[in-house]
């Protein structure tokens, strides 16, 4: 079966701070992976999203930026973190574009 | 993606059937139906999803109306785990590249009372 996992859990940043996300999938190969945001009290945004090894799509212009260096890592990252970018970050995979997305269990991010 | 329209919140009595209605007054004949419903701290997970017939799975039934303008999805015995955010969301398979995204509007908080 497929699982989707991410990395850290949770994290406690300082405002200027770099930032790396992590998203693995396993179980499943040539997936389609997605980041999104959800700010306190309010719904998901789609930030980037990934057909391939390399590929990547960006939803919203802001100071973060995403990696996809294998089939079934995807990465979010920053050079400088914004209090604003703080939230709720979450990975999700699907195999064809309007299948079925599968989340993981998020990383909760805090910039003081 | 076309427009959904959800109440803000609900309640309902543990044991007994819920109702959560979505508007969807502008969909389109390719659109589906799908719902997801994300529980505190967690991530969305799917519950159903339709195109014009209605729909049963484990987890649900969705009740969609002659029109399409509207749907229903239906909890037929509600337990203090269904308690999260139901969101409603219309995908289109032949809208190209937007066909990747998930438009999560602020969905129904459902709230489930012992």
């Known amino acids: 079966s497929q699982t989707i996992h991410q990395w850290p859990a949770t994290l406690v940043q300082p405002v200027g701070s770099p930032l790396s996300l992590e998203c693995t999938v396993e179980g499943t190969s040539n997936p389609n992976l997605y980041w999104y945001r959800q700010a306190a009290g309010r719904g998901l945004q789609l930030l980037f999203y990934?057909?391939?090894?390399?590929?990547i799509s960006s939803e919203v212009p802001q100071n973060l930026s995403a990696s996809r260096p294998q089939d079934r890592q995807f990465i979010l990252s920053s050079k400088k973190l914004l209090l604003s970018d703080s939230g709720f970050y979450l990975c999700?995979?699907?195999?064809?574009?309007?299948?079925?997305?599968?989340f993981g269990p998020g990383t909760r991010l805090t910039v003081l | 993606d076309a427009k959904t329209t959800q109440p803000n919140s609900m309640e309902s009595n543990e044991e007994e059937p819920v109702h959560l209605p979505c508007n969807h007054s502008?969909?389109?004949?390719?659109?589906?139906i799908h719902w997801y419903r994300q529980l505190p701290s967690q991530g969305p997970e799917y519950v159903i999803h339709?195109?014009?017939s209605n729909v049963n799975n484990r987890m649900a039934s969705l009740a969609i109306a002659e029109d399409r303008k509207s749907s229903t999805l239906i909890l037929h015995r509600a337990t203090l785990r269904d308690a999260a955010v139901y969101y409603c969301i219309l995908r289109d398979p032949r809208s190209g590249a937007g066909s990747y995204q998930l438009t999560f509007g602020k969905g129904t908080k459902l709230s489930v009372i012992p």
């Open positions: 339709g195109l014009t």
């Open positions: 990934s057909v391939g090894i390399g590929q």
């Open positions: 999700a995979w699907n195999r064809g574009p309007t299948d079925t997305q599968y």
């Open positions: 502008t969909i389109s004949g390719t659109d589906y």
